[in-house]
């Protein structure tokens, strides 16, 4: 199948997000980003990796606020580090979608992608009881306090999302495409995706056609 999509996949923990992203990815025959965007980051702003992985927990100071303060000519020197961090991260989200169709799993891509044609937004979810089942027998987590560990994990995903894009994390609107994989599973949820994607391009290449 010919592709030019990018796909980003915000989910729920536990809900598979990220291994539909995986086989999405090996079926479409494109790139995978997720953790590795971490390392990219890294490279290339040298900020340590874990500054990175812990940027999600430290939401302290507003980005919005920080460039309404300090303009956009002050440039990143005088920013809260959580804000460097996310700037530095969203510029190789924008690196990797420039070079071509590929999958990215959370970090506020459809947000940072917002702007660019071609992006296909995806939120996966799923009921509690499979994401218990999930998180202990695929993950490995101990059973105590699953559930607790699964909210505070969300309400982490969506204060991060919530601040830095002013919109509202799982929110319909804010997506192209919502699937529930205790519904419909995980290679469910990778053919939809693929019939979606299929759709989707054909309507564009209709109004390309009819535009000529």
């Not at 965007?37 to 702003?45: K, N, P, Y």
């Not at 992985?53 to 980005?63: A, G």
């Not at 559930?147 to 919109?167: C, S």
Request: include cysteine.
């Amino acid at each position: 199948m010919k592709n030019n999509t990018i796909i980003t996949i915000s989910r729920q923990y536990g809900s598979g997000g990220r291994l539909i992203g995986q086989k999405l990815a090996e079926r479409l025959g494109i790139p995978f980003y997720d953790k590795e965007l971490i390392t990219l980051a890294a490279e290339e702003s040298g900020f340590a990796e874990h500054l990175f992985e812990k940027n999600d927990r430290n939401i302290t100071n507003s980005l919005l606020y920080s460039l309404s303060m300090y303009g956009n000519t002050m440039g990143l020197y005088d920013m809260p580090l959580n804000d460097k961090l996310f700037i530095a991260q969203s510029k190789t989200i924008q690196s990797v979608a420039e070079k071509g169709p590929c999958v990215i799993v959370g970090r506020c891509a459809d947000y940072v992608l917002r702007n660019k044609p071609n992006v296909l937004n995806v939120f996966i979810h799923s009921d509690m009881e499979s994401k218990v089942r999930r998180v202990v027998e695929d993950y490995g987590v101990e059973s105590d306090n699953v559930v607790e560990l699964i909210n505070k994990t969300d309400k982490r995903r969506a204060n991060y999302y919530n601040y830095y894009t002013g919109m509202k994390w799982g929110r319909a609107e804010n997506y192209h495409l919502a699937l529930r994989t205790d519904c419909i599973g995980i290679d469910g949820a990778v053919e939809t995706l693929i019939r979606f994607i299929e759709a989707k391009n054909a309507e564009m290449e209709k109004e390309a056609a009819e535009a000529k």
